[in-house]
């Protein structure tokens, strides 16, 4: 593999595998592996609940690098296990009833739309596809013109998770505000990827993991609540932190930690701050940047492999992440299996990925390769080299 630029100090160790693999998860730094494994061995010495209060201070760090990153206040973040906990902690705690509409976009994460599904045949609520452009873009006139005193929540999946598109979130944030609509933004596939400032989409709630592009480790995550939108929330599950024991009986937290409860890994959350820790000190200007430059460059090349059809909508800007694609002649499975025995990592994005956008393009699988700021000309060069060659071997492997 090619040398990476200076910048990139404390990258992760890949070996002679090319990863392109970023939105199912970020190849850890070694800051991360240190972090998790020296608190691991201070609570094999000290027990849980004294490694836990010595490491406070950090913790709190945790929370203030991620408001920093997110243009809030520490105490508008609540730490989770992972996007979809978060996610469905705050949706499930939203009180809806018979006839409410729920809108999402065709690009709506999987997971996501099956929880809005649950709760649709519980409350009665209804899920509805918002009106897009045939480029995938929102399509905000109709979108306006749809929009009624029955409309409860807008669920937005703001980078689709087999990357047809970025929708304009800060668009649909101003069309909520001006209705006082409560507005969620998943962030998977959009936090350390691309820039994003809560105060600027004007969300009442955002999610994200700490495994994909922040580079944390698996079993971490956040969400983002707009002061005062806590108070809007009736939690399904809570505790003595979400809800405090006093004289008078427990009572609900005002802020973004009423969505948090006791147990967790504090050393999976030091990993998350040493992972912030890192991307940090490189620069977030300098890798959102480094991500787009390399899509771009991962886009144009693809595009000249034979037999090789993209996937991402008219609409999706060059620089996204995340670049779909199917190879002609072979299934996205065979052509994950066909890279990975060339140590070259992509995923295969099945249906349940975006049922609706899949469904609506009569897709069931497409593969997905995606970027990240380490990633090199020569992994794009390996990926593109290997699908030529499967391109021209028509022959199906084993």
Not at 315 to 342: K, N, R, S, W
Request: proline share 7%; glycine share 8%.
């Amino acid at each position: 593999m090619e040398a990476q630029p200076a910048t990139w100090a404390g990258q992760p160790t890949t070996d002679s595998m090319h990863y392109l693999n970023q939105a199912a998860g970020g190849l850890m730094p070694d800051s991360v592996l240190h972090a998790v494994s020296h608190y691991m061995q201070r609570e094999q010495a000290l027990g849980a609940y004294i490694a836990s209060q010595q490491v406070q201070p950090q913790l709190q760090q945790l929370y203030a690098r991620l408001a920093e990153l997110l243009h809030c206040q520490p105490a508008d973040i609540a730490l989770t296990t992972g996007n979809t906990h978060g996610w469905c902690a705050v949706v499930g705690a939203l009180p809806l009833e018979a006839g409410d509409r729920v809108l999402v976009t065709p690009g709506e994460w999987g997971g996501n739309y099956a929880m809005l599904r649950q709760l649709q045949a519980r409350t009665g609520c209804v899920v509805e596809e918002m009106p897009c452009t045939p480029g995938g873009a929102l399509d905000m006139a109709a979108l306006q013109a749809s929009v009624d005193a029955r409309v409860k929540l807008v669920a937005l999946t703001w980078v689709p998770a087999n990357g047809c598109t970025v929708y304009d979130a800060v668009a649909l944030g101003q069309l909520c505000a001006r209705h006082g609509i409560p507005y969620i933004v998943d962030a998977a596939q959009a936090l350390g990827h691309i820039p994003v400032d809560v105060q600027a989409l004007q969300c009442d709630a955002l999610t994200a993991p700490g495994r994909k592009w922040l580079c944390g480790p698996r079993g971490t995550g956040l969400v983002y609540l707009k002061p005062g939108f806590a108070a809007r929330l009736q939690p399904m599950t809570v505790d003595h932190v979400s809800c405090p024991i006093t004289p008078t009986g427990p009572v609900l937290r005002h802020d973004a930690r009423v969505l948090e409860q006791s147990e967790a890994s504090m050393a999976l959350r030091l990993g998350l701050l040493a992972a912030l820790d890192t991307a940090q000190a490189q620069g977030w200007p300098q890798r959102f940047a480094a991500i787009a430059q390399r899509a771009t460059q991962l886009r144009a090349a693809l595009a000249q492999v034979p037999g090789l059809r993209l996937h991402s909508l008219p609409d999706a800007p060059a620089g996204c992440g995340i670049v779909p694609f199917t190879l002609e002649g072979y299934t996205p499975a065979q052509v994950q299996q066909a890279l990975l025995a060339q140590d070259i990592q992509v995923a295969a994005s099945g249906m349940g990925y975006t049922p609706l956008d899949m469904q609506a393009r009569g897709l069931t699988a497409v593969v997905r390769a995606s970027v990240a700021w380490h990633t090199s000309e020569a992994d794009i060069a390996a990926l593109v080299s290997a699908l030529q060659r499967l391109a021209a071997s028509h022959t199906v492997p084993a």
